[in-house]
């Protein structure tokens, strides 16, 4: 008797985030056939250039897929799976003393001597946990990710592991999943890197060289730890800007001048914008000679500033931001508001960007007030506002959005770069600032082959955003396709100046 499987199909359906109503389920069709694709334009990411211009094969699929990829690793661990079961090494080399596992967890702490768990091991407890993804933009973007990129047609399962993981990773050891190949195949027409101000942009030099490569990736100057000079790190941070820009930052504007060259080191090697991550958005500037006096002190040690006026010098340096933007003309882009390693213990055993970053509350109106009534009509200058707080969409980014010709709406970011929520922003920008003085969409992520499958969910919700608008006749659908063609092209480029 042949035997049946009993797995459950992989098989997105092709109306996903459709409305269920006909008639703006078939507009929503429409609009998305008009741009399903077209090419990748990806302003903001995390994807490192040397992994393109070496263009190596993947080591496995746990290393490429899950490890690296912080939206994976948070809910695994929020399901009591310890970071050192998905390839996260141990820094501390000490046991987790009060972090024991939950009763009848299958999962231990690993010791410092073990070796990292093997890539099949990783892959094994995915599966395992595969339904706690369940309704999350994670399992979306997984299921669309498997299915249409490595030809999976049966969900995750303990049953299905192994065969699943020796699939991939006999397509990972082939020429066609290499990742020059996959940049290719995914449609990329460009994609921006996030670099430090220190980087030597190498692999951007070599991708820029080379014939052979005829997609466009570009770095984005980051310069977070400069803003905060009661961190442990400023004092390094600032010696090594100093010591790659060839310019003494023993005072502060030797900071703002060797930050200035390196822009512009950056800029020659194809940069358009900056990024910046900072609690809040405040944006009061000080005297010359009050910022100098607390970068003079901070430079003792971090207990030479007190808390008050380490929060000062970075509202002056967040001014100084926007100031050099509007002369070098790269675009500013603000992500504030996010709690960066909210559990100690975790950071130390296993570092930054291991899933325990959370939301703050969001303002702008009131603290980028300073920056903008200096910049916010400048010519040329584009400050794209982002926020993990969606209540400020309508009551603070829409507005200022449609007042100033410097401000632009970022798309939902990180906790809320999901379907329902990209519908939610949309409503709430467009009323105040239509959709040109959006950012297109964002897909921030260091997993490389989730791109298409994040570029796509943000498409079909689009369109079936722009259906809602036709079916109630507010845009005609001639209107709706040429909006959702904008929006995956002109808009991203325009705002990003690419």
Not at 244 to 272: M, S, V, W
Not at 332 to 344: C, E, F, I, K, T
Request: hydrophobic residues 40%; proline residues 7%; contains cysteine.
């Amino acid at each position: 008797m042949t035997q049946l499987s009993t797995a459950t199909p992989l098989a997105p359906h092709p109306d996903r985030l459709f409305a269920a109503d006909p008639g703006a389920r078939a507009v929503a069709r429409t609009v998305y056939d008009a741009v399903k694709d077209a090419p990748i334009i990806s302003p903001h990411g995390h994807v490192d250039a040397s992994l393109i211009a070496d263009d190596q094969p993947f080591e496995d699929p746990a290393s490429l897929l899950i490890t690296p990829d912080h939206y994976v690793l948070r809910l695994l661990h929020a399901n009591g799976v310890g970071l050192e079961a998905l390839g996260r090494v141990d820094l501390s080399g000490t046991r987790p003393g009060s972090q024991a596992r939950p009763a009848g967890s299958a999962h231990r702490w690993r010791d410092a001597a073990e070796p990292t768990p093997p890539g099949r091991s990783v892959w094994r407890t995915l599966a395992e946990h595969w339904d706690d993804f369940l309704g999350t933009p994670v399992r979306y973007w997984f299921e669309t990710e498997l299915h249409d990129v490595f030809g999976l047609t049966e969900q995750p399962s303990a049953a299905n592991a192994d065969a699943q993981y020796d699939h991939i990773a006999d397509l990972l050891a082939s020429p066609a999943f290499r990742p020059r190949a996959l940049f290719d195949a995914f449609g990329i027409e460009v994609l921006a890197t996030t670099d430090a101000p220190t980087a030597d942009l190498a692999a951007h030099a070599r991708l820029a060289a080379d014939p052979t490569f005829t997609g466009r990736v570009v770095p984005t100057f980051r310069a977070d730890a400069v803003f905060d000079p009661s961190g442990s790190d400023w004092r390094h941070v600032v010696a090594s800007i100093g010591e790659a820009a060839g310019i003494d930052t023993g005072t502060h504007d030797g900071l703002l001048a060797a930050l200035r060259a390196r822009r512009q080191y950056f800029i020659q090697h194809g940069a358009t914008a900056t990024d910046t991550g900072v609690l809040d958005a405040g944006s009061a500037p000080l005297s010359a000679s009050e910022r100098s006096r607390i970068h003079e002190a901070a430079l003792s040690g971090p207990e030479g500033v007190t808390a008050a006026e380490a929060v000062a010098y970075r509202h002056d340096m967040l001014y100084r931001w926007a100031e050099m933007s509007v002369e070098d003309g790269l675009v500013m882009q603000l992500h504030p508001g996010v709690y960066r390693n909210h559990h100690a213990p975790t950071l130390e055993r296993f570092g930054p960007d291991t899933g325990h970053d959370l939301p703050a509350v969001g303002s702008f109106t009131e603290p980028l007030r300073p920056l903008l009534e200096s910049f916010g009509t400048a010519p040329g200058f584009h400050l794209v506002l982002f926020t993990v707080d969606e209540t400020v969409f309508s009551r603070e980014i829409g507005p200022l959005a449609g007042f100033y010709p410097a401000v632009y709406a970022g798309a939902p970011w990180w906790f809320i770069d999901t379907p329902a929520a990209i519908g939610r922003y949309r409503a709430a920008i467009t009323d105040s600032a239509s959709f040109t003085k959006t950012s297109g969409f964002i897909d921030d992520t260091r997993a490389y082959c989730s791109i298409p499958a994040r570029h796509d969910m943000a498409r079909r919700a689009d369109a079936a955003y722009l259906a809602s608008l036709v079916v109630t006749h507010e845009l005609s659908e001639e209107d709706a396709v040429r909006t959702a063609r904008r929006i995956v092209s002109d808009i991203p480029k325009a705002t990003f100046k690419l």
